[in-house]
């Protein structure tokens, strides 16, 4: 089993940026690929990043591409999201999880899921 811990969310202005972390329990974070999504109020949870396990391989939402990079540390068990260029649009709950299988870019991939960061920007 995996606990997964998202922090680094907050208040930010419109272009500016913030840095989120996922921190992992378990010894085989190096084997999970992880990723990232977001929920806004009264939307369904969507596709923002995904890592693979050696972290020479990522994916992207193109809502955010170009602006966030997701990264990891299998040193430290964490995979992080650095978001820049914040848009309002972006403001959402933002969940890391662990991929299991089928397609990386729905939510029903994924099994292991954290509590969840919030991140609000404002215009």
């Known amino acids: 089993q995996v606990q997964l811990v998202e922090s680094g969310g907050g208040l930010v202005q419109a272009g500016g940026s913030l840095r989120l972390s996922c921190a992992a329990s378990?010894?085989?974070?190096?084997?999970?690929?992880m990723g990232w999504f977001r929920q806004a109020p009264g939307k369904e949870r969507e596709f923002v990043a995904h890592?693979?396990?050696?972290?020479?391989?990522?994916y992207y939402a193109d809502s955010v591409k170009g602006r966030f990079t997701i990264s990891r540390d299998n040193a430290k068990n964490t995979v992080y999201l650095q978001m820049n260029s914040l848009k309002p649009e972006d403001t959402a709950a933002y969940y890391c999880?662990?991929?299991?299988?089928?397609?990386?870019?729905?939510?029903?991939?994924?099994?292991?899921w954290g509590q969840g960061t919030q991140v609000t920007v404002s215009s």
């Open positions: 999880a662990t991929y299991l299988r089928g397609s990386i870019f729905n939510k029903e991939g994924y099994d292991y």
């Open positions: 378990g010894r085989t974070f190096n084997s999970y690929t």
């Open positions: 890592i693979n396990y050696r972290g020479d391989r990522t």
